[in-house]
């Protein structure tokens, strides 16, 4: 940019420069040519003036010359010879002496009569009218003189005239004498030349390149002519002459009362001064040319330095640039390098724990594989699911349940020997590979060892967590011969052992493919059954315990499939919960709970408890209007109906969560917490809740007159719920001890096979109308 600016500037200079000197010229040529105009008039003038000057010096010495001879012509001696020769005087008496008184008064006036020393007359002559020659200055006198070429000349006062002689031009001044009013004679004086010449040529310079002529009569006689000297010819070529002449300027000037004129040929001077002036302006030209030349030259070495510096700078620029890209390209390759690797790494690892993630553990787990196929050798897969560890990750927060985690893969790591594979495959799943397993003896001691690893609690910032595991193996060659059977084994010995009460390990066998063939069957048939409203609600009573009445129902899910009979509804609910026909279930429960206690209004005033999911929860404001449109449209006033749900919905709490049971509570709903005793929330967490109803797990009663602990645990529970003004419902009353014993503790409600199994609703319709306990 600032090259080309430079560039551009000094293009403009020499623009600007060779507009001003074309200027300069241009002003210098109209200022030459004005001036030479000016000057050609002025020397016109000039020479008009010279020649007229000429002429009057001319007239002035005709005009002498004119009156002198005519003086003569009236002088005495003249008159007295014309006198005596009138009266008869004879020669030798008088007229001879008058003749040569005459010829003395000729010789005395042509002598006489001198212009700068020059004699004018060369000769005076006077004749008779005849021609006849009477008295001359000159002895040799002329024998007969025409006198018939006078006749114009008497006409004229001055007399002057001239002819061509054979030597040449000869000037005359021809006066009449007169005698008695008669012409007698002429006097005739041939005027010196020289002295014209002289006259003339004194007021003009020699070297001056003209011609002048004086024409009298037809004789023309050149006073000077340096033209056709210097012509170098003979001057009777008068073609060239001619051509020569007409170059020049001309004068013409008549005088006419002597009849002669005189032509004038000259040189223009301003010819010769415009031929200096073309020549200054030439060298102007070629100065200025030289200039322009200089400064095209110099613009050019200018631009070519410029342009020069410009490539260098440009070239190192250049250069610096590429080593600057050379440089960021290495550290790019660097940084890409590295953050492949890192990406690698990243893709093969997970990048909380750092072990090996799913994908990249599958790979290895598949290269022990093929290593085991030719070395014969047996590969133990191992499915590790911590328990329990979504409600760690619920009460405490995703980023203690990260600790923890970390911690857990540390202690496995730990536990496991380097040629093992460990990889974390999910949020609580870890993978173990044991390349050349013995035994099933030696799984075991494995197995025994990784549940070990949880026997101590995990310690994060004063807080202790008890964690334990569930293992699942399989085994290659026998459980499977690729890695996804043989996962899919482990994961499935893993479920066993989460059914059968965690903490534990499972060897897979072929008859949990055929549960997990079942789980994919059920999938597909329960989507079926919701969409072909195949689900039915059973209806299970709830009593007040003191008086035996009946006054709810908790409406519990019934799915008869016609493959697969009665399904439990704890495992089609979780199936509904993984793939989100949840939803659509729960819609189904809410309406046709919400229609069927309307409906038994009249029979009996009881509540309806409606079970939710906490993936239901996951929508609040749809749900909350879902249960709003169910309550308006069965007609089902709001205190009737109950919201059971689990404390697993109450560690993750949003604010959602918290507007939504208020709304609920608004409305006139009761909420009930369920299943209370088998989560980890403490009772005094309830208090942020707006609970009316407490339900104590079934699973405290199943033991409570065996284990001392539960029915202890029973106790706290039921005197803590009412210390927070809670109502209890006790879960699986089965025999009458229960309901003594719950009594007895002032526990209001109760449910459970020993009053009645759940029931269809016309099977509860008729219980309702006559219980079987009163
Ligand atoms: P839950 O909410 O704890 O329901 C009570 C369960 O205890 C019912 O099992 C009931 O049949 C059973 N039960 C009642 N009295 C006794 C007794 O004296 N002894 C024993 N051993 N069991 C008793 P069910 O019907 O199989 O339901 C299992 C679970 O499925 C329910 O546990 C509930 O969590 C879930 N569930 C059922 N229906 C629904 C539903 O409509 N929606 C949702 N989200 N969950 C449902
Ligand atoms: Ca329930
Ligand atoms: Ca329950």
């Not at 010229?25 to 000039?46: F, H, N, P």
């Not at 031929?275 to 200018?302: D, H, K, P, R």
Request: proline share 2%; charged share 25%; aromatic share 10%.
């Amino acid at each position: 940019m600032k090259q080309s600016a430079r560039k551009i500037s000094s293009q403009k200079i020499i623009s600007v420069c060779a507009i001003l000197v074309s200027l300069y010229l241009a002003m210098i040529i109209t200022v030459t040519s004005l001036g030479q105009d000016k000057l050609k008039a002025a020397q016109y003038r000039e020479l008009d003036l010279k020649v007229k000057s000429y002429a009057s010096t001319l007239d002035n010495l005709f005009t002498l010359a004119s009156e002198d001879i005519d003086h003569l012509s009236t002088d005495r001696t003249v008159q007295t010879f014309f006198a005596n020769l009138a009266s008869g005087m004879s020669m030798e008496y008088g007229l001879g002496a008058s003749l040569i008184n005459l010829k003395r008064k000729l010789v005395e006036k042509s002598s006489s009569k001198a212009v700068n020393n020059q004699i004018i007359y060369r000769q005076i002559t006077l004749t008779a009218p005849d021609g006849s020659p009477i008295a001359s200055t000159e002895k040799s006198a002329r024998s007969f003189i025409d006198t018939s070429r006078f006749i114009d000349v008497e006409s004229r006062s001055d007399g002057v005239t001239a002819f061509q002689s054979a030597s040449g031009v000869v000037i005359q001044v021809v006066k009449p004498v007169m005698f008695s009013g008669k012409a007698v004679g002429y006097l005739i004086a041939d005027i010196n030349k020289a002295v014209v010449i002289a006259q003339l040529t004194n007021q003009e310079h020699e070297d001056s390149y003209s011609r002048l002529v004086l024409q009298i009569n037809d004789a023309e006689m050149k006073v000077w002519d340096s033209i056709s000297r210097t012509l170098d010819i003979d001057a009777t070529a008068t073609e060239a002459l001619d051509a020569a002449l007409a170059e020049k300027i001309y004068f013409e000037v008549p005088v006419d009362h002597h009849h002669f004129k005189l032509m004038a040929w000259f040189e223009s001077l301003s010819e010769r001064d415009l031929y200096t002036s073309q020549a200054f302006i030439s060298g102007l030209s070629v100065l200025a040319i030289m200039i322009v030349v200089g400064l095209l030259y110099a613009f050019n070495l200018n631009n070519t330095r410029v342009g020069l510096k410009i490539k260098l700078e440009e070239e190192k620029k250049r250069k610096e640039f590429l080593s600057e890209q050379n440089q960021r390209l290495a550290s790019e390759v660097e940084r890409r390098k590295a953050s492949e690797e890192e990406l690698a790494f990243q893709a093969k690892h997970d990048s909380l724990t750092g072990l090996p993630n799913r994908v990249y553990g599958s790979d290895r787990l598949a290269l022990e594989l093929s290593r085991a196929e030719r070395m014969g050798s047996n590969v133990l897969v191992m499915f590790i699911d911590l328990d329990h560890f979504k409600q760690i990750n619920d009460s405490m927060g995703h980023f203690v349940g990260d600790e923890v985690l970390k911690l857990a893969a540390e202690r496995l790591q730990n536990a496991v020997r380097k040629t093992d594979l460990l990889a974390r495959i999910g949020g609580d799943e870890f993978l173990l590979v044991i390349p050349d397993l013995q035994d099933a003896d030696s799984a075991k001691r494995f197995a025994t060892t990784v549940l070990s690893v949880f026997n101590e609690p995990f310690v994060w910032q004063n807080h202790e967590f008890f964690l334990s595991a569930s293992v699942g193996m399989s085994m290659y060659p026998q459980d499977g011969s690729n890695v996804e059977q043989l996962l899919a084994c482990a994961d499935m010995a893993m479920y066993r052992v989460k059914q059968d009460g965690r903490n534990a390990f499972c060897f897979y066998d072929h008859n949990m493919n055929q549960d997990l063939q079942r789980f994919l069957e059920l999938e597909s048939r329960l989507r079926h059954a919701i969409s072909q409203n195949l689900l039915e609600l059973y209806y299970q009573p709830i009593i007040e315990l003191d008086s035996g009445k009946i006054v709810g129902a908790e409406a519990l899910m019934r799915w008869n499939d016609d493959k697969f009979g009665f399904v439990n509804p704890e495992e089609f609910i979780a199936i509904a919960e993984k793939n989100g026909l949840i939803h659509q279930l729960g819609d189904f429960a809410i309406r046709q709970a919400c229609q069927q206690a309307a409906h038994w209004q009249s029979v009996a005033p009881l509540f309806v408890s409606v079970n939710f999911s906490s993936v239901q929860f996951r929508y609040c404001e749809r749900l909350f209007d879902q249960i709003k449109q169910h309550l308006e449209e069965s007609g089902l006033p709001a205190e009737m109906f109950d919201v059971e749900v689990t404390e697993s919905l109450l560690f993750n709490h949003s604010g959602d969560l918290m507007e939504m049971l208020h709304n609920l509570r608004s409305l006139g709903a009761k909420l009930t917490i369920d299943d209370f005793g088998t989560g980890y929330s403490a009772l005094s967490y309830l208090q942020k809740f707006p609970f009316d109803r407490l339900k104590i797990d079934r699973s405290f009663l199943q033991n409570m007159f065996e284990n001392e602990s539960d029915r202890e645990l029973v106790n706290v529970i039921i005197a803590m719920a009412k210390a927070l003004n809670l109502k209890i419902v006790a879960e699986g009353i089965e025999e009458q001890r229960h309901v003594d014993y719950l009594k007895n503790l002032n526990c209001e409600f109760g449910q459970g096979f020993h009053y009645s199994r759940p029931l269809p609703a016309k099977d509860f319709e008729a219980l309702l109308a006559k219980p079987t306990w009163l």
